[in-house]
RNA sequence: CGGAGCGUAGCGCAGUCUGGUAGCGCACGUGCUUCGGGAGCACGGGGUCGGGAGUUCAAAUCUCCCCGCUCCGACCA
C-alpha cells in the first residue's frame, strides 16, 4: 500500500476527549473517529488491527473446537422474554421499535439467540458437545462511556457458547476455553492472567475474567508474581485430552480482582516478595452458567437413558474492539504505538526520503513488490514531507520494523532498517534488508 | 442518574466578565529557499461562534429553553 492512496488522518495535537494513552494515540494515529459518545467508526489503520485481532481470536477458538456462526445484531425482544431477561435487563439494553410496533432490541449479547438456535436444531446428546461462537457487534447503552474503544456503548465481541449433557462435561468444554484463552492474548503479546470472578446463583470455580496488567487499567487486581510468566499451552495442544492440569497450574495460584480480593487470604498464601498488586484491564471473561437459559428457554436433547436432559451451558466472551485500546495501553512509549508484530497494521513501513527522486522510487518500488510477494503487509510512505515528520508518523502508528531510503544510501546500495521497539538500526544492501525483514516478520508473527 | 465542566476552522486554543459584526498556533493551498528526526519566508482558502427563542440600533458575548461532548461517582466485555 502506498501512503498516497491510503486514508490516514494522523493528528498532530492530542484531542481533548481523550483522557487516557490508548484512546489519544488511536485518534492521534487515525486509526478511530468518534460518531456519537461511546461509538466509533473504525479508519482504515484501526480496521487493519481490528481485524488482526479478530483473526486471532477466530483460529483459537477453532483450534479449540468451536464453530463460528453470525448472529443478528437486531434481536426480538419475545426471545428474551422467553428467558425473563427482558425485563431483567436494565438500562443498558437498547430497545427499539419497528414499523408494525414490534418490540425488537440490539443485542448486548447472545445467550437467548443461540439458545433458540441450538434448541431447534439439535435433539440428542450424540450431537454433543458443541460450542458455537460469533464475533458480532454488541450494543449496552452504558451510563458513562469512555476510555475510547475500552469501554464503548457499540462493541466487537466474539461470544461463545457451550452445550453439554451435564456439568462434568461443561466443565471440559470449559478448560478448552480456558486454554484457548491464554493462548489467544499470549498470541497478541499479551500476558493475561485468569482471575477468579463471582459466579452468582450458580457457584461453584466456574468463572474466570481474563486481565491483562497495565497501569491505565480500570480495577485493581492481587495476584503471584509467578501467573505473570505462566506456561502458555502449546500450539499442538490436545483439546480433545486432559485439559485439568492446565487449568490447575494456573489457578493454584492467587489471583483476584478487587471484587472477590481477599486480603488475609493473598497474605496468607503468596510471599510478600512475589505479591503483585496492580491495575488490570478485563479482556475476557468465560462462564458456566449451567442451566440458566436452558430451562426457561426449554433446551433440552434425549440423553441416552432415552430420558430428556435440560442442557448445560457455559459463555465466553473476549472483548475484541476492547483489545485493541489494550493492547496500546500495554505497547506504547513517548512517541506513539509499538505494535506486537501479529497485531500491527502494517509490519513493514518503507521510507522514501526523496520521493520524486528516481533512484530511491525504484528501490522503494522494488522493497514494494518483493514484500508483498512475500505476503507481508507493507506501507511505503511517498509523499513528498520532510524526513522528521515521517520519521514521527511512523513511529506515531507503530510499524514494528521501517526500511529507511534515501539518496546517499541508495548510491552506495543501501537501506536502512529500523526497529520500532528497540531503535536498532542497521545498514544493508536492498537484497539483504528484504531477506532480513521476511525472516523477521515470518519469525515474530507468531508468538505463540 | 447525582456532581463538575466544556461546545468558536480538521486539531489545540484566545475572545465572553465589560455587546460594536471573529482571531492565534498547528494542519491545508500556492510560490521561493530548504531537505536523514515534526524547516523558513511570503501570499492565501476555510468558521450560519452547538441549536432555537428572546433582550437590543447591534449578540460569540446578556436572558431562557433544548442538544451534544468530557471528567468524578454508582454500572460494565
Redesign the pocket.
Same mark, same amino acid.
Given at each position: 500500500m502506498y501512503l498516497s492512496r491510503y486514508f490516514l488522518?494522523?493528528?498532530?495535537?492530542?484531542? #481533548? +476527549?481523550a +483522557?487516557i494513552v490508548s484512546h489519544q494515540l488511536m485518534l492521534r494515529a487515525g486509526m478511530i473517529k468518534?460518531c456519537?459518545?461511546?461509538i466509533y467508526s473504525w479508519l482504515p489503520l484501526g480496521l487493519r488491527v481490528l481485524k488482526k485481532i479478530e483473526q486471532i481470536v477466530r483460529e483459537e477458538q477453532n483450534r479449540a473446537g468451536a464453530v463460528e456462526v453470525m448472529m443478528p445484531t437486531i434481536q426480538p425482544a419475545d426471545l428474551w422474554r422467553e428467558s425473563g431477561r427482558y425485563e431483567a435487563y436494565?438500562k443498558?439494553m437498547l430497545r427499539i421499535t419497528d414499523r408494525h410496533k414490534r418490540d425488537l432490541l440490539f443485542g448486548p449479547t447472545a445467550e437467548e439467540v443461540i439458545t433458540s438456535i441450538f434448541r431447534d436444531s439439535v435433539k440428542s446428546y450424540k450431537d454433543l458437545p458443541k460450542n458455537l461462537y460469533n464475533i458480532q457487534w454488541k450494543f449496552?447503552d452504558?451510563?458513562?462511556?469512555?476510555?475510547g474503544v475500552?469501554?464503548?456503548?457499540e462493541?466487537l465481541?466474539k461470544d461463545a457458547y457451550s452445550f453439554d449433557l451435564s456439568p462434568e462435561a461443561a466443565r471440559k468444554s470449559y478448560q478448552r476455553m480456558f486454554a484457548a484463552y491464554l493462548r489467544t492474548f499470549a498470541r497478541m503479546g499479551l500476558r493475561s492472567i485468569p482471575m477468579k470472578a463471582d459466579t452468582g446463583p450458580i457457584g461453584g470455580d466456574l468463572s474466570h +475474567?481474563f486481565i491483562i496488567l497495565a497501569e491505565t487499567g +480500570?480495577?485493581q487486581v492481587f495476584c503471584h508474581r509467578d501467573l505473570i510468566e505462566g506456561e502458555i499451552p502449546p500450539v499442538d495442544t490436545d483439546y480433545d485430552g486432559d485439559l485439568e492440569p492446565i487449568m490447575t497450574a494456573w489457578t493454584s495460584k492467587y489471583a483476584a480482582t478487587e471484587d472477590m480480593h481477599d486480603p488475609a487470604r493473598f497474605a496468607a498464601e503468596v510471599p510478600s516478595s512475589a505479591q503483585v498488586s496492580a491495575r488490570g484491564i478485563?479482556?475476557?471473561?468465560i462462564f458456566f452458567f449451567g442451566r440458566k437459559y436452558s430451562k426457561p428457554m426449554d433446551c433440552r436433547v434425549q440423553g441416552p437413558d432415552g430420558q430428556m436432559a435440560t442442557v448445560e451451558m457455559g459463555s465466553y466472551?473476549?472483548?475484541v474492539? !476492547?483489545l485493541a485500546g489494550a493492547i496500546i495501553e500495554a505497547n506504547h512509549d513517548d512517541?506513539g504505538i509499538r505494535w506486537p508484530m501479529p497485531v500491527a497494521p502494517f509490519e513493514v513501513a518503507v521510507i522514501n526520503?526523496?520521493a520524486g527522486d528516481g533512484a530511491t522510487d525504484g528501490v522503494c518500488a522494488e522493497l514494494h513488490t518483493k514484500l508483498e510477494q512475500a505476503g507481508i503487509d507493507v506501507l511505503v510512505d511517498d509523499s513528498d514531507? !520532510?524526513?522528521?515528520?515521517k520519521?514521527?508518523?511512523m513511529?506515531?502508528i507503530g510499524i514494528p520494523l521501517q526500511i529507511?531510503?534515501?539518496? #546517499?544510501?541508495v548510491k552506495s546500495n543501501t537501506v536502512?532498517i #529500523?526497529s520500532r521497539v528497540s531503535g536498532e #538500526?542497521e545498514s544493508l544492501t536492498p537484497e539483504t534488508a528484504i531477506n532480513h525483514i521476511v525472516a523477521e516478520v515470518k519469525r515474530t508473527r507468531i508468538l505463540a
Open positions: 488522518p494522523v493528528l498532530r495535537e492530542t484531542p #481533548k +476527549e +483522557e468518534q456519537a459518545a461511546g436494565g443498558e449496552r452504558e451510563i458513562r462511556p469512555r476510555f475500552m469501554r464503548g456503548r462493541f465481541m +475474567e +480500570e480495577s478485563e479482556v475476557g471473561h466472551g473476549v472483548g474492539s !476492547r512517541n526520503l526523496k514531507e !520532510r524526513a522528521g515528520g520519521f514521527a508518523t513511529d506515531l529507511v531510503v534515501g539518496p #546517499k544510501g536502512e #529500523k #538500526k
